[in-house]
């Protein structure tokens, strides 16, 4: 399973990446508005700094809704850095343009996804990525993970080749729920990935073999 971060935040994304476990970032208006970057330009190099943080992926979204705009808008991030991802959200002229970037060689993350014939389309079209998110889903007492499950279903069904990102991950049973479905990439807040470091056992273990070894050091 690959990790991504989902932040702007430059400090907790080099955090991440000295971890030596981070596969990409996921970045969007709300996170980058989050850090105070506003400005186009601004914005462009944020998107840069983040790309030479890291070696993955890294998702930065159209904020146009037509599709030439978002072909443009797309075409301008695609172009900053090899590993800028177009995120595009799930709406019809996404679709279509999620179908252009595919057959011109740009790589997307269809966002905004939350039921499976969103997700079919997203493949349909070509995307590279398609980000349920489960935990807005589960904020609706909707069952945020069996949409995961039904993705994960219809794509083996068809061998489909777009990426499972399980976006709007909130704890990190999520993630652990995901991993367990087989969802291809997760995507989280640093405090989600450095969750999974935690069980008391390993902390009760570890004091008893550092006290053990200082005792035995004395005698
Ligand atoms: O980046 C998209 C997604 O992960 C947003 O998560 O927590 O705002 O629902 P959240």
Known sequence: ???????????????????????????????MAKEGITGNNNILK??????NLVDGDVSAEVIATD?????????????????????????????????YFHENGIKTNCTLVFSAGQA??????????????????????????????DIRTIYDNYGYETEILA?????????????????DVMTGPLSVILSLLNHPLTDIGLAKFLAD???????
């Open 1 to 31: 399973m690959k990790f991504f971060i989902d932040t702007a935040n430059l400090k907790q994304i080099e955090e991440a990446q000295s971890l030596g476990v981070l596969d990409g970032v996921t970045t969007n208006p709300s996170l």
């Open 46 to 51: 944020h998107y840069v700094d983040i790309c």
């Open 67 to 99: 599709y030439a705009g978002i072909i443009r808008e797309g075409e301008q991030l695609a172009s900053l850095h090899p590993q800028i991802v177009v995120k595009v959200p799930m709406i019809k002229d996404g679709v279509k343009a999620i179908r």
């Open 120 to 149: 079919l389309l997203a493949a349909k079209a070509g995307a590279t990525y398609v980000s349920p998110f489960i935990g807005r889903l589960d904020d609706v007492s909707t069952d945020g993970l069996q949409l995961i499950e």
């Open 167 to 183: 976006a709007s991950i909130r704890h990190n049973m999520h993630v652990i729920e995901c991993a367990k479905l087989g969802a």
């Open 213 to 219: 070894h200082q005792k035995a050091s004395k005698s």
